[in-house]
């Protein structure tokens, strides 16, 4: 079945150092791709996703580009604040599929 | 404003209790979906539904009921059955795709904390 592999965490880095977080998914066909944020006692906000091979999805700062070849939607940023401290999630969505499938998850903390 | 509310945002079982979660959406949305997440291991699909008065048993059903009477409304209760349910339970919604793709975005709700006492 589809599933979705995220580097585990948890990820600290300083104030203005470059993030990747690595995402790799198997599904059949072409799924959607997600990333989703999730602070400390919140719900799921989402960040940015892909339809299609080569789409690059980005929003604040943050981007990821969906490649087929590598079956890959790795998160990248160049230089994090202090407030993107959270747990980041990838996602897919099948094509048969209604609900979303989960990695699970990658806990990042910046300091100042 | 649009979004998902969800409550309580704490919720406390006795043993043999069942409780029931809330989960109301004014985005209008036909789709509707309940998860819960355990630390470390993401987020796993209780239940779902795509139109009223239908719904559909997701990966880990087994212990909890669901109803769609209303397109706003998606409640959830966690039966006596489920011997584990102390974990945050996230509500979504999104519309429903029409053609191939299903592309649509799922919103989610803050979330309910359950904890047994």
């Known amino acids: 079945g589809d599933s979705v592999t995220q580097m585990e965490g948890p990820v600290t880095l300083s104030e203005e150092a470059f993030l990747t977080i690595n995402c790799t998914y198997t599904?059949?066909?072409?799924?959607?791709l997600f990333w989703y944020v999730q602070y400390p006692g919140e719900g799921l906000q989402l960040l940015l996703k892909?339809?299609?091979?080569?789409d690059k999805g980005s929003n604040k700062g943050f981007e990821a580009t969906y490649r087929k070849e590598t079956t890959s939607f790795h998160l990248e940023k160049g230089s994090v604040q202090v407030s993107d401290s959270a747990v980041y999630f990838c996602?897919?969505?099948?094509?048969?599929?209604?609900?979303?499938?989960f990695g699970k998850g990658t806990t990042l903390s910046v300091s100042s | 404003d649009g979004g998902i509310t969800q409550s309580p945002k704490y919720l406390f079982r006795k043993e043999g209790q069942n409780v029931t979660l809330s989960c109301e959406q004014n985005?209008?949305?036909?789709?509707m979906y309940w998860y819960r997440q355990d630390p470390g291991q993401g987020l796993r699909l209780i239940y779902y539904?795509?139109?009223?008065?239908?719904?559909q048993k997701g990966d880990i059903a087994e212990g909890y009921s669901v109803s769609r009477e209303k397109k706003e409304s998606f409640p959830l209760t966690v039966t006596s059955a489920q011997k584990n349910p102390t974990a945050f339970y996230l509500c979504?919604?999104?519309?429903?795709?029409?053609?191939?793709?299903?592309?649509?975005?799922?919103?989610f709700g803050p979330g309910t904390r359950l904890l047994v006492l």
């Open positions: 979504a919604s999104s519309e429903t795709g029409r053609g191939g793709r299903r592309t649509e975005t799922q919103y």
């Open positions: 599904a059949t066909g072409y799924p959607s």
């Open positions: 892909a339809t299609k091979a080569d």
């Open positions: 996602a897919l969505r099948g094509q048969a599929g209604t609900a979303l499938i």
């Open positions: 985005l209008n949305h036909d789709a």
């Open positions: 539904s795509q139109i009223v008065n239908d719904f």
